[in-house]
């Protein structure tokens, strides 16, 4: 199965500021079949990004998804409040063997 | 809307089973399979399954193989995922969910989630 490893663990930064999240795959990821998500405490993760940088429906355009093969990033241009959550990889070209990373966590410096 | 509504949490002693619901509504349910990911106190999430609503096909992860089925009831748009020979380290927040529309049905990615079941395991 491939391998999802995501940098920093925790990112810790303050409102405004620029964060750059990473996810390395053990091996190349089919056709770009990646995907980022935001979890909060107690709540369901919600999907932000597919196919390694298409936005999802209602995502604000702060959030930006790039790379491909094996390195991939999560950008946030410009932090806000709500932003500070867990975030996390998953890699979808390899059914039926699905795989997420570890999880980075933002948090407020 | 699309919506999926788990049933509620559970306690169980190691060795038992556990069967949670995901009723879904908002959509024609046979349209989209279901996936089930599990995330177990402070840690990460874990892809468990998937199942077609359509024709009730199946794929499950290597390491549930065995002690995880999964299973749809189209007359009440619900999904079962029963869980057998519980462990501690399954104690854990079950959710269901279901792809983007464009998304690629047993894999991802997942625009609707359920809220989660918590399972405890413990004796």
């Known amino acids: 199965e491939i ?16 964060a750059t999240l990473s996810c390395r795959a053990s091996q190349s990821v089919s056709s770009s079949y990646l995907a980022w998500y935001q979890q909060k405490p107690g709540q369901a993760p919600r999907l932000l990004i597919y196919g ?14 790039s790379g491909s093969g094996t390195d991939f990033t999560l950008t946030i241009s ?19 063997a699905i795989t997420f990373g570890q999880g980075t966590r933002l948090e407020i410096k | 809307q699309v919506q999926l509504v788990q049933s509620g949490a559970e306690v169980k002693k190691p060795g038992a089973s556990v069967k949670v619901s995901c009723k879904a509504s908002g959509y024609t349910f046979t349209s989209y399979g279901i996936s ?19 024709n009730g096909n199946t794929n499950y992860a290597q390491k549930l193989q065995g002690r995880v089925t999964m299973t749809t009831d189209t007359s009440t748009s619900t ?36 809220q989660g079941t918590l399972v405890t395991v413990s004796s």
Do not use: N
């Open chain 2, 36 to 54: 089930w990911v599990r995330q177990a106190p402070g840690q990460g999430l874990e892809w468990m399954g998937w199942i077609s609503a359509y």
């Open chain 2, 79 to 114: 999904a079962y995922m029963e869980l057998r020979s519980l462990r501690s380290d399954d104690t854990a927040v079950y959710y269901c969910a279901r792809v983007k529309p464009g998304g690629y049905d047993s894999s991802g990615p997942y625009s609707y989630w359920g």
């Open chain 1, 52 to 65: 390694a940088s298409s936005r999802a429906t209602g995502i604000p355009d702060r959030f930006s998804g």
């Open chain 1, 78 to 96: 410009r932090l806000e409040p709500e932003d500070f959550a867990v975030y996390y990889c998953q890699q979808y070209g390899s059914s039926p």
């Open chain 1, 3 to 18: 391998v999802l490893t995501q940098s920093p663990g925790t990112l810790s930064l303050s409102p405004g500021e620029r």
